[in-house]
């Protein structure tokens, strides 16, 4: 079957044959997006992934999240130019910005609707990120302060935690114990009203505009 010249390919690795017919059917409808390949085991979806080469890659987390992460590092390793999408029915925020942290650009919900859906593949494969807003567990509520009342240091320690990166690693980075790491996130949950650090990850990306969210 040949596809528009400028149609992007899609693989998906999926643990229910029936959801990626779905998606089959899905992408038929549509002239810039195709279904390239499909696989119903993580290896099979590495493998896709080395052959095809598609723009992008939808990811079941029924896989596990450990097993979704080790691959998303395998992906990230092999230097694949592959922007995938994370998707499931019980998705929580403090997961989501892990799989974010990871490497995948795109995280949504199996209970999507197909506009949104297709909004996270388009928006993906043009190398930005996608949050569904029903994976956010809570709406968002004003912050008490804002970035500008933090120290030059708590704004590194922000910029670290950003990246993913456990106390140790912060500590090491900033030539500081991971105790005085702690000391800080205490004072920046306590300037910005934010809780957690997932929280202020997400933050992070809102306020950079990478974190693209549908429209209401």
């Not at 990120?129 to 004003?142: C, G, H, I, N």
């Amino acid at each position: 079957m040949s596809h528009p010249i400028n149609a992007k390919p899609v693989a998906v690795c999926d643990t229910e044959p029936i959801a990626i017919e779905g998606i089959r059917t899905l992408l038929n409808e549509c002239e810039d997006l195709y279904l390239a390949a499909a696989e119903t085991s993580l290896l099979g979806g590495l493998e896709i992934v080395r052959q095809h080469a598609p723009a992008v890659m939808i990811l079941d987390k029924c896989f596990g999240i450990h097993a979704v992460m080790d691959c998303l590092q395998r992906l990230r390793s092999s230097g694949s130019a592959v922007a995938t999408i994370v998707w499931g029915v019980n998705l929580n925020e403090t997961e989501a910005l892990r799989m974010m942290q990871g490497g995948a650009l795109g995280v949504v919900r199996k209970t999507a609707s197909l506009e949104a859906l297709l909004d996270c593949v388009r928006t993906v494969a043009q190398g930005n990120t996608f949050m569904e807003e029903s994976v956010l567990q809570e709406p968002e509520r004003p912050a008490r302060g804002t970035r500008s009342n933090l120290t030059s240091r708590e704004l590194q320690v922000v910029e670290l935690v950003e990246q993913g990166l456990k106390n140790r690693d912060i500590g090491a980075q900033l030539g500081i114990r991971p105790g005085t790491v702690k000391i800080h996130l205490k004072h920046i949950f306590e300037k910005t009203g934010i809780r957690g650090r997932y929280g202020l990850a997400l933050s992070g990306l809102r306020d950079k505009g990478l974190l693209s969210l549908p429209a209401a």
